[in-house]
């Protein structure tokens, strides 16, 4: 199993590591801070560094029903061999764009008390939606949620295991997406004491790092389904 360096340290951009696998799917590395896709979050993107200096460029990360983790090489590249030793690194202002768009959710999540039914996360936009069939009040959340990200509050993880998770599912806010069990743990994002919830996704430390925030359009999906679309400026 790869260990996921990124789950403990979101700001990890390089790191060592040997080749377990190399297959038609992808690459396994033994241990990677690169995030696969999952939770409305992109697959990280970066290179792979080979012993000699070349490099394998990455242009995603997935994991396959398994549950192992593969980096994906763009098309027409010579691989590596398994046991060969390499360096593992990522785009970084990519994944960054991410964690500051996925911790702008999780304040949007915890400024409508609605259940999630839907969501994701790019470069310079996401979007919640929200099992509610009231009209939003766009103008006070836009203002609630500067606040929020003006006051810089700090973002912590901490661990449960899965038998603590099984007893507090109230804390899971996304009706379309299961929290990540099934290691024994569980991790919850904690943003100060405004937002906590299970997360396998990556964050940035301090809300202030998120920067300004527009919420855009907000779109009716159905009787009792409100798409909140946010913008990062």
């Given at each position: 199993?790869?260990?996921?360096?990124?789950?403990?340290?979101?700001?990890?951009?390089?790191?060592e590591a040997q080749i377990l696998a190399?297959?038609?799917?992808?690459?396994?590395?033994?241990?990677?801070?690169?995030?696969p896709e999952g939770g409305g979050q992109p697959g990280d993107r970066g290179r792979i560094i080979l012993g000699d200096g070349s490099a394998i460029s990455i242009i995603d990360t997935r994991k396959n029903e398994a549950g192992t983790l593969l980096h994906i090489p763009a098309a027409g590249q010579v691989v590596p061999a398994a046991n060969d030793r390499v360096t593992a690194s990522?785009?970084?202002?990519?994944?960054?764009?991410?964690?500051?768009t996925h911790?702008?959710?999780?304040?949007?999540c915890a400024l409508i008390p609605y259940d999630v039914t839907g969501g994701s996360i790019s470069q310079a936009k996401?979007?919640?939606d929200f099992d509610m069939s009231d009209p939003l009040d766009k103008k006070a959340v836009q203002q609630a949620l500067s606040q929020l990200i003006a006051d810089?509050?700090?973002?912590?993880?901490?661990?449960?295991?899965?038998?603590?998770m099984e007893?507090?599912?109230?804390?899971?806010?996304?009706?379309?997406?299961?929290?990540?069990?099934?290691?024994?743990?569980?991790r919850?994002?904690?943003?100060?004491?405004?937002?906590?919830?299970?997360?396998?996704?990556?964050?940035?430390a301090r809300t202030g790092e998120i920067g300004e925030v527009r919420i855009g359009k907000v779109e009716k999906k159905g009787k009792h389904n409100r798409r909140v679309n946010i913008h990062l400026e």
């Open positions: 199993m790869t260990v996921e360096i990124f789950r403990d340290d979101a700001y990890a951009q390089t790191i190399v297959n038609d799917d992808g690459i396994v590395l033994d241990r990677t801070v690169f995030y990522i785009d970084w202002d990519y994944r960054y764009k991410h964690m500051r911790t702008c959710l999780h304040l949007l996401g979007r919640l810089d509050r700090s973002v912590g993880y901490r661990w449960i295991t899965d038998e603590e007893n507090n599912m109230d804390l899971v806010r996304t009706m379309s997406v299961k929290p990540p069990m099934g290691q024994d743990r569980v919850l994002v904690e943003i100060g004491d405004v937002d906590l919830q299970p997360c396998g996704g990556t964050h940035v």
